[in-house]
């Protein structure tokens, strides 16, 4: 069995328009030996791609503060049951199909069956943070989008650093590997599972690059 070390490496609180770069080369460098692998999380890269909605963007409209009544809360948060951010997902993928999910998962939850209005909407869907100021203040009035192109950003990074590194959208409750660079042979499977217990955190822990080091057998 292998064994892994990981280390949180916490950075200043990033804002929009940020460089990617930039922060790797101050915080995770310095660090970084070969073979390592660097987790980040969605989060700080979609926030360096200026990817982020406002309130003015996404009012919630009838159809939004509706459906938000009937969204189950997890301990990850409140998801879709803010109608802001289910006004984000009319706004994406039109009020027909949002609707069809909704019946969807109202059908398969008698059934046992969760995650059916995700699944269906996709991972922008799933993937948007923010508008949700218990945790983290800063992202009160603010929604992250997932990140755009994760896997060429992800080889972008090795090619301008040398840094082999993930993307994860990662919480409490599943992690989901978004890109990785090409240069990297582990399984998706065994990357997920280097991160399974999310040791970023999710709160105001400002670590959202974990360096992922193999230990070796003496």
């Not at 189950?72 to 999910?101: D, E, R």
Request: one cysteine or more; a negative charge; charged letters at 25%.
């Amino acid at each position: 069995m292998r064994t892994f070390a990981r280390h949180a490496i916490q950075t200043h609180f990033v804002r929009p328009g940020e460089s990617y770069i930039d922060l790797i080369n101050t915080y995770v460098k310095p660090l970084y030996q070969p073979g390592d692998i660097l987790s980040s999380s969605e989060k700080v890269i979609a926030l360096c791609q200026n990817r982020v909605v406002t309130e003015a963007e996404c009012r919630p409209g009838f159809w939004a503060k509706l459906l938000s009544r009937f969204v189950h809360q997890t301990s990850a948060g409140p998801g879709m049951g803010l109608p802001v951010k289910m006004q984000f997902a009319i706004n994406i993928c039109g009020l027909p199909k949002v609707l069809w999910a909704a019946l969807r998962a109202a059908a398969d939850k008698l059934r046992g069956i969760r995650g059916t209005f995700y699944r269906i909407l996709g991972v922008e869907v799933s993937g948007l943070d923010g508008f949700y100021g218990e945790d983290i203040p800063e992202y009160a009035h603010m929604g992250v989008r997932v990140p755009e192109n994760p896997g060429g950003v992800c080889d972008e990074v090795y090619e301008k650093t040398g840094v082999a590194m993930i993307i994860v959208d990662a919480n409490d409750l599943n992690v989901e590997l978004l890109g990785k660079a090409s240069i990297i042979r582990e399984t998706e499977e065994d990357l997920r599972a280097m991160v399974a217990d999310n040791p970023a955190g999710q709160s105001t822990q400002m670590t959202p690059f974990i360096l992922i080091r193999e230990v070796k057998e003496e």
